[in-house]
Nanobody, 125 residues
Framework: VQLQASGGGLVQAGGSLRVSCTASGRTLRNHFIGWFRQAPGKEREFVAAIRWNSQHTRYGDSVKGRFTISRDSTKNTVYLQMNSLKSEDTAVYYC???????????????????WGQGTLVTVSS
């Protein structure tokens, strides 16, 4: 699976942005798709995940209620809609996919097999 993340950019605090993750090479059926982010000098952080088949979602505590993950099966794409952005949301956002993940481990980056190249989101205050 090849993953291509896109849609990052500069946005003011309080604004919204949507980033996308498009897969090629194979279907994302039976996969978990996760979004992680890494800010300068910080460890990679779980943001959100979606189970492709059931569309069950999970969010990190810092983004719950502000971010929404969704998928479009016709485009083999996962979206992360980010609202009410804060300066602390500034980071490189990575999408990842894995087919052997159990639900309780979907927040762990080590469980994902495939990674996109990342897209930078900068929130100005």
């Amino acid at each position: 699976v090849q993953l291509q993340a896109s849609g990052g950019g500069l946005v003011q605090a309080g604004g919204s942005l949507r980033v996308s993750c498009t897969a090629s090479g194979r279907t994302l059926r039976n996969h978990f798709i996760g979004w992680f982010r890494q800010a300068p000098g910080k460890e990679r952080e779980f943001v959100a995940a979606i189970r492709w088949n059931s569309q069950h979602t999970r969010y990190g505590d810092s983004v719950k209620g502000r971010f929404t993950i969704s998928r479009d099966s016709t485009k083999n794409t996962v979206y992360l809609q980010m609202n009410s952005l804060k300066s602390e949301d500034t980071a490189v956002y990575y999408c990842a996919a894995g087919s052997s993940i159990i639900t309780s481990s979907q927040t762990m980056d080590t469980q994902y097999d495939y990674w996109g190249q990342g897209t930078l989101v900068t929130v100005s205050s």
